[in-house]
């Protein structure tokens, strides 16, 4: 990973070239065994200018001829393209892929930066109408709110967690706590949401290196093994779905992930959700199994989701804390909980780690992918 | 060799003395509080006091300009320090308002103050610091006796665009500065200054661009606090000083906060600065905002106390300077009767926001 923040002395290449490699780093490899890249990233275009990303990463990786490819799935990118490139070593088509995802999103002015995210959602019905993001999830939190009692308090219980875990995360872009009041007491951005409900724009890239199982452990001690893979689709516009409070595609993608690696939720002992906002990650422990529907608030402000709590939920800081380069986002996430099943999340180390989940959205829920990973 | 090597052979100490001869300060007398400018934009009037450490800004009338306000402030220096106008040889004024995109400020003070013919004048532009760059202008020149004494004046009528952050504390304001080298006259002695430059984007105004952009969060970390910490740390090195040798800090000052701050972040003790942050009242004078600091420190510092004040220009560089004053400021300071900062600060009017919008010509139908 690179460092997640506002990283105003590095660019687009410094980042993912950095998370590149490191990842080779800790694998011991060389760019000659290499054959193939897989690249997540939103919306470079937009934000830098810069397209044709696969050559890009592949050029100043300084790893031609090997192909290279970029993965666009909104702020599922980073998630699908670890998909992408796990599905190329299963197919046998590749021997050792690299997967990264980047974002840099401080060069560009704020509302420009809202406008280039909106593309997630549905631009003719939703962006050109004005709605963004944050506006999109805050009317998902009042449905929530009104259907299951769901209150402020707490969906801002979530974002105190995630900064709890930050701050013990040298790599996430937020490394302090912050209190109730905090959350409670900041700007509204779209009712019901604050400030702090909200994930940060963020700069950073994260990258992971993909093996045949018996490869792998030849060029590592803990070698993880992807247990199962799992993508779903549900409509791109919010005023489509038949619920606005449960996200299909997740429950989907779950249920097929659960079904190929053979384990329930009760198996799961980390899991990093998708908490663009604090809303979507109660929205997603309860998609995903942990909670039931509708007791996601209740259970997050009891505190059963923090670090070693009843399950381990966004141990990195989740998009929250450690900040959100959306491209990166699915990456990073896989990285987590890499470390946590190696048991080398220093500080915010989840005991006696096994079995772990990644669960990346893309716009409101129109994408959803979902991987379960083990100790090999 | 490496470049930062090279530099440090190369620097370069003041060798002969300079110092100010004589100072003034104008504050156009129409203030707007930021409640006034938060109930029109509905925001929430403690956030922002809180949030930019500004509580009221001045407001231009619709006459003054920083022509105008730099020629009051010109002639307030004039008639401290005590000598004739037509003894100046340069006049420098910078800002980033100067009424002519072509056809000099600097020549409308010089022949209002009666300075002219013989003398060499010229605009300045540095974003907030061109008048401390004239301050440097004015100490070669008068150092080399090329002149026998310089006025810099740093003045604006900053702008912001409506319902911009930086309305609530874009204002208006000058400091005009004399520059000598004779030591008998002076009221301070500019012992040594320093200057820290890079070409970071972090505000602008285009050619025709009648508001200003800037980069949100980008001015603060990587613009204002590297170069005003790299031009006070620069000139505690290059002097071998530090902030225990001085009495009072004047940073450039945005809004309330940043100078704070950035003292923190240098180990300084905050009440060192406090008495040279005039934003939180007058709002950010722009080009004025750090002579202001300087002159309202001079006000009322005492003969032997040090200063050093650090101004900040977005695009972006800083100019540091180490002050002493010297015995000469009691008796210039008690034979001054013009208005002092303090007389400017405390002769004020409120207005509204219609009026604000009528004073700075944002009422477009007209």
């Given at each position: 990973?690179?460092?997640?923040?506002?990283?105003?002395?590095?660019?687009?290449?410094?980042?993912?070239?950095?998370?590149?490699?490191?990842?080779?780093?800790?694998?011991?490899?060389?760019?000659?065994?290499?054959?193939?890249?897989?690249?997540?990233?939103?919306?470079?275009?937009?934000?830098?200018?810069?397209?044709?990303?696969?050559?890009?990463?592949?050029?100043?990786?300084?790893?031609?001829?090997?192909?290279?490819?970029?993965?666009?799935?909104?702020?599922?990118?980073?998630?699908?393209?670890?998909?992408?490139g796990y599905m190329a070593i299963a197919s046998g088509m590749h021997d050792c892929v690299v997967v990264g995802g980047v974002e840099k999103m401080t060069d560009t002015p704020g509302e420009e930066v809202a406008s280039a995210l909106g593309g997630a959602g549905d631009q003719e019905w939703e962006l050109f109408m004005g709605?963004?993001?944050?506006?999109?999830?805050?009317?998902?939190?009042?449905?929530?709110?009104?259907?299951?009692?769901?209150?402020?308090?707490?969906?801002?219980?979530?974002?105190?967690?995630?900064?709890?875990?930050?701050?013990?995360?040298?790599?996430?872009?937020?490394?302090?706590?912050?209190?109730?009041?905090?959350?409670?007491?900041?700007?509204?951005?779209?009712?019901?949401?604050?400030l702090f409900d909200c994930a940060p724009i963020t700069d950073g890239a994260a990258a992971v290196v993909l093996m045949p199982l018996e490869k792998a452990k030849k060029y590592v001690e803990q070698p993880i093994e992807i247990v199962a893979s799992a993508q779903a689709s549900d409509t791109l516009a919010l005023h489509s779905?038949?619920?606005?409070?449960?996200?299909?595609?997740?429950?989907?993608?779950?249920?097929?992930?659960?079904?190929?690696?053979?384990?329930?939720?009760?198996?799961?002992?980390?899991?990093?959700?998708?908490?663009?906002?604090?809303?979507?990650?109660?929205?997603?422990?309860?998609?995903?199994?942990?909670?039931?529907?509708?007791?996601?608030?209740?259970?997050?402000?009891?505190?059963?989701?923090?670090?070693?709590?009843?399950?381990?939920?966004?141990?990195?800081?989740?998009?929250?804390?450690?900040?959100?380069?959306?491209?990166?986002?699915?990456?990073?996430?896989?990285?987590?909980?890499?470390?946590?099943?190696?048991?080398?999340?220093?500080?915010?180390?989840?005991?006696?780690?096994?079995?772990?989940?990644?669960?990346?959205?893309?716009?409101?829920?129109?994408?959803?992918?979902?991987?379960?990973?083990?100790?090999? | 060799?490496?470049?930062?090597?090279?530099?440090?052979?190369?620097?370069?100490?003041?060798?002969?003395?300079?110092?100010?001869?004589?100072?003034?300060?104008?504050?156009?007398?129409?203030?707007?509080?930021?409640?006034?400018?938060?109930?029109?934009?509905?925001?929430?009037?403690?956030?922002?006091?809180?949030?930019?450490?500004?509580?009221?800004?001045?407001?231009?009338?619709?006459?003054?300009?920083?022509?105008?306000?730099?020629?009051?402030?010109?002639?307030?220096?004039?008639?401290?320090?005590?000598?004739?106008?037509?003894?100046?040889?340069?006049?420098?004024?910078?800002?980033?308002?100067?009424?002519?995109?072509?056809?000099?400020?600097?020549?409308?003070?010089?022949?209002?103050?009666?300075?002219?013919?013989?003398?060499?004048?010229?605009?300045?532009?540095?974003?907030?610091?061109?008048?401390?760059?004239?301050?440097?202008?004015?100490?070669?020149?008068?150092?080399?006796?090329?002149?026998?004494?310089?006025?810099?004046?740093?003045?604006?009528?900053?702008?912001?665009?409506?319902?911009?952050?930086?309305?609530?504390?874009?204002?208006?304001?000058?400091?005009?500065?004399?520059?000598?080298?004779?030591?008998?006259?002076?009221?301070?002695?500019?012992?040594?200054?320093?200057?820290?430059?890079?070409?970071?984007?972090?505000?602008?105004?285009?050619?025709?661009?009648?508001?200003?952009?800037?980069?949100?969060?980008?001015?603060?970390?990587?613009?204002?606090?590297?170069?005003?910490?790299?031009?006070?740390?620069?000139?505690?090195?290059?002097?071998?000083?530090?902030?225990?040798?001085?009495d009072y800090f004047v940073f450039h000052q945005p809004n309330g906060k940043f100078p704070l701050e950035a003292a923190k972040k240098m180990g300084i003790d905050v009440e060192k600065v406090k008495p040279g942050l005039f934003t939180p009242i007058i709002g950010n004078t722009y080009s004025g905002a750090s002579p202001i600091?300087?002159?309202?420190?001079?006000?009322?510092?005492?003969?032997?106390?040090?200063?050093?004040?650090?101004?900040?220009?977005?695009?972006?560089?800083?100019?540091?300077?180490?002050?002493?004053?010297?015995?000469?400021?009691?008796?210039?300071?008690?034979?001054?009767?013009?208005?002092?900062?303090?007389?400017?600060?405390?002769?004020?009017?409120?207005?509204?926001?219609?009026?604000?919008?009528?004073?700075?010509?944002?009422?477009?139908?007209?």
């Open positions: 990973m690179s460092k997640f923040g506002e990283e105003w002395t590095r660019g687009y290449r410094d980042m993912l070239i950095e998370a590149g490699s490191r990842a080779l780093a800790d694998c011991n490899l060389h760019g000659e065994e290499i054959d193939g890249i897989v690249v997540g990233t939103m919306a470079p275009g937009s934000l830098v200018g810069q397209e044709h990303i696969g050559a890009l990463v592949a050029d100043f990786m300084g790893l031609n001829p090997v192909p290279a490819i970029r993965v666009e799935a909104a702020c599922a990118s980073g998630g699908v393209a670890l998909r992408q709605a963004t993001f944050p506006a999109i999830y805050a009317m998902m939190a009042r449905r929530h709110m009104l259907e299951y009692g769901t209150t402020e308090e707490q969906m801002a219980s979530v974002a105190v967690k995630n900064h709890r875990n930050s701050s013990k995360n040298k790599y996430a872009h937020f490394q302090n706590e912050i209190t109730m009041d905090t959350v409670m007491k900041s700007k509204y951005v779209a009712t019901p949401l604050k779905r038949a619920s606005m409070t449960s996200l299909r595609a997740t429950q989907a993608a779950a249920k097929k992930a659960y079904e190929t690696a053979k384990v329930t939720p009760k198996d799961i002992d980390v899991v990093e959700v998708h908490d663009c906002f604090t809303i979507a990650e109660i929205a997603a422990i309860e998609d995903l199994g942990f909670f039931k529907k509708g007791e996601g608030g209740k259970a997050s402000l009891e505190g059963k989701t923090a670090l070693n709590a009843e399950i381990s939920v966004n141990t990195s800081g989740g998009l929250k804390g450690c900040g959100h380069p959306v491209g990166a986002t699915g990456v990073k996430q896989a990285v987590e909980v890499v470390w946590q099943l190696r048991g080398k999340a220093e500080g915010r180390q989840v005991k006696d780690c096994e079995v772990g989940m990644t669960h990346n959205v893309g716009g409101s829920g129109a994408t959803s992918v979902v991987h379960i990973m083990k100790r090999a | 060799m490496s470049p930062n090597a090279l530099f440090m052979e190369s620097v370069c100490m003041i060798s002969q003395p300079v110092g100010i001869v004589g100072y003034g300060t104008c504050v156009p007398k129409y203030r707007i509080k930021a409640e006034e400018i938060a109930r029109v934009w509905g925001e929430e009037p403690d956030r922002i006091k809180k949030g930019l450490g500004v509580f009221e800004k001045s407001v231009p009338d619709v006459d003054e300009d920083a022509g105008t306000l730099a020629v009051e402030a010109s002639r307030n220096a004039i008639l401290m320090a005590g000598i004739e106008a037509p003894a100046i040889g340069a006049v420098y004024v910078g800002s980033e308002s100067h009424p002519y995109a072509v056809k000099p400020t600097a020549s409308i003070v010089a022949e209002a103050i009666g300075a002219t013919p013989d003398l060499t004048a010229a605009d300045l532009e540095f974003a907030c610091k061109a008048g401390t760059a004239g301050i440097q202008i004015c100490m070669g020149m008068v150092a080399s006796n090329m002149i026998r004494y310089g006025l810099a004046v740093g003045s604006d009528t900053s702008q912001g665009r409506p319902g911009d952050a930086l309305e609530y504390t874009a204002s208006a304001g000058a400091a005009a500065f004399l520059i000598g080298r004779d030591k008998a006259e002076f009221v301070a002695e500019i012992e040594e200054t320093f200057s820290f430059t890079t070409d970071t984007p972090d505000f602008w105004r285009r050619q025709h661009a009648e508001f200003p952009s800037h980069g949100g969060r980008f001015t603060g970390t990587p613009a204002y606090f590297r170069h005003v910490m790299g031009a006070t740390q620069g000139l505690f090195e290059k002097m071998n000083t530090k902030a225990a040798d001085y600091g300087l002159a309202g420190v001079l006000d009322i510092a005492k003969p032997g106390q040090r200063i050093l004040v650090t101004s900040f220009g977005s695009g972006a560089g800083s100019d540091s300077f180490s002050i002493r004053v010297t015995d000469g400021m009691k008796a210039k300071r008690e034979k001054y009767k013009g208005y002092t900062l303090a007389d400017y600060i405390a002769d004020k009017e409120y207005i509204d926001y219609g009026v604000y919008v009528k004073h700075r010509r944002k009422l477009k139908s007209l």
